[in-house]
């Protein structure tokens, strides 16, 4: 029976048109019909409608430059479990990490380093940047771009780290250890901004994205 009451919830409000099935305003030319408690603007646009009309609202996640809504004037937004949680799963492996917190181990130390530092990191947002390409967030360090021609440039994701072996096996029992901060400048962990050329050489393991200017 528990079950069952949020599908009836989300059933009736979509045929009463409420609690996120009102739409955006914008709908005639987004075509955004909205979804179960969706949030919407002030001015009762969808998220993709607001950051075209208002960018000045949303920042890039540093990892897979997506557009975030800012928390506030001052602090930034984030990806939360889509890009933070799974690098930092990533890195403590990579770079071999020993934990000694029984109930909270490195992965989690580094994923929560991510978060509460990438608030104060701000990036552009990729404005073409949506439809399959968001599938693949997950480990994604941005690299830069190649300018293919003078309307085409790529940008492009590194799924790969490689330690050096100085810097494996250390062990991690905190957000605020400093190891962590160390490992993410030393290999650029949030990347350069939006759009800056990069001279790094692509491998098939990377991912990439071709934005039209």
């Not at 996120?20 to 909205?34: A, L, R, S």
């Not at 933070?84 to 029984?102: D, P």
């Not at 250390?170 to 990347?191: E, H, M, Q, T, W």
Request: proline share 3%; glycine share 8%; aromatic share 12%.
């Amino acid at each position: 029976m528990d079950d069952f009451e949020p599908w009836d919830s989300a059933i009736r409000s979509r045929m009463n048109r409420t609690n996120g099935f009102e739409g955006c305003i914008n709908q005639e030319q987004c075509g955004h019909h909205g979804f179960y408690s969706q949030e919407y603007s002030k001015e009762g646009l969808c998220d993709e409608c607001e950051c075209r009309q208002f960018p000045d609202r949303f920042v890039a996640c540093p990892f897979c430059r997506d557009h975030m809504r800012k928390l506030s004037y001052a602090e930034l937004s984030t990806c939360y479990s889509l890009c933070y949680h799974s690098l930092g799963n990533y890195i403590a492996e990579r770079f071999q990490m020993v934990s000694i917190n029984g109930l909270k181990g490195s992965s989690w130390c580094v994923s929560d380093y991510l978060k509460s530092t990438q608030t104060s990191i701000s990036r552009k947002f990729m404005k073409g940047l949506k439809g399959p390409r968001k599938t693949n967030k997950g480990v994604m360090i941005y690299r830069g771009v190649h300018h293919l021609d003078n309307s085409i440039i790529r940008h492009i994701w590194s799924t790969d780290l490689q330690p050096e072996e100085s810097d494996l096996r250390y062990a991690v029992d905190s957000p605020d250890n400093g190891f962590i901060g160390y490992i993410c400048i030393k290999y650029k962990l949030f990347g350069p901004e939006t759009g800056e050329e990069t001279s790094y050489q692509i491998t098939n393991d990377d991912i990439t994205f071709d934005e039209y200017l």
